[in-house]
């Protein structure tokens, strides 16, 4: 699950530099759960031929954020939204008390 959610996440920021084939098992496998032999079936290619693509993939996506960091700035700018909103959250419980 943790992987979906981190390749999904990534794939929303930079799935526009994948090819068009690599968009579409990229969908296939995380986004619509199909088996790679599903994927493979589908396209008529081999279950490794899929794999290879699935591996692909990740790769390309962890060294795009490796190099271009868009996710961790996004994470970044959350934490310290967060972190403001906890903040307002104890200033209104201090002037619900002070009141």
Known sequence: MEEMIHYTGLFDLY???LTK?????????????????EIANNNGVSKNAVSKTIKGIKESLDE???NICMKKYIDSIKREFEQEEDVLIRLAKYDNIVS
Not at 21 to 37: A, C, G, H, P, V
């Open 15 to 17: 799935g526009g530099l």
């Open 21 to 37: 084939k690599q968009k579409s098992t990229f969908q296939d496998y995380f986004e619509e759960n199909l088996t790679i032999e």
């Open 64 to 66: 795009y954020e490796r």
